[in-house]
């Protein structure tokens, strides 16, 4: 089974700039990490939980090595048979991302501290091109997602692909870069 959901219904649920936001989004360059410190799986639709992961892993999102990362938090994990429908992420306060977006004749870009922008030219960050911190809100730090299918058998556990997506997570609002939500496809076999 493959279920594509944003990275809200597996990782983060992350809101860090309101609506409204507009200008044209690019990718995250190489950095868009979160920390994600348990994992959680059901086959009750959430009335009870088996811990799959309970720690702290960070994970680079952007890196092309992310899926078997996110994917590893449940190596080794002992699961009862039956068939998984719900997942609880808990992610840390943070994320760290680098990237930059056009806007007009300007990019606008991380620079460590935030934003800054580079005016007159596109897609060309300036000398402080660097990775930047956001938070987190405390109520987009836990998020369950429904509607899985993840079958175990007795004696083997199941393949899990996870895999992200972040072109076009990156958008930005009167000069200042706002993080939106990676896609997130998990496949099962």
Do not use: C, H, W
Request: aromatic share 6%; proline share 3%.
């Amino acid at each position: 089974m493959s279920r594509v959901i944003g990275i809200a219904g597996l990782f983060v649920g992350l809101v860090l700039g309101a609506g409204g936001v507009q200008a044209v989004s690019t990718d995250a360059d190489g950095t868009y990490t979160v920390t994600v410190t348990k994992v959680e799986v059901s086959k009750d639709g959430g009335a009870t939980y088996t811990t799959l992961f309970d720690g702290s892993q960070a994970i680079n999102i952007a890196a092309v090595d992310a899926g078997a990362v996110a994917a590893g938090l449940a190596s080794g994990a002992a699961l009862e048979t039956g068939i998984y429908n719900t997942i609880r992420v808990t992610i840390g306060s943070t994320l760290l991302a680098k990237g930059y977006v056009n806007s007009g004749s300007d990019t606008v870009y991380t620079n460590g501290s935030g934003s800054a922008t580079n005016s007159g030219a596109t897609s060309t960050p300036g000398a402080g091109y660097a990775t930047s911190t956001y938070t987190i809100p405390e109520a987009n730090r836990i998020k369950t997602t429904t509607g899985l299918s993840i079958s175990v058998e007795l004696g083997k556990g199941p393949t899990v692909t996870v895999k992200f997506d972040t072109s076009g997570v990156l958008s930005q609002t009167g000069g200042t870069i706002i993080p939106g939500e990676p896609s997130v496809t998990i496949s099962s076999r």
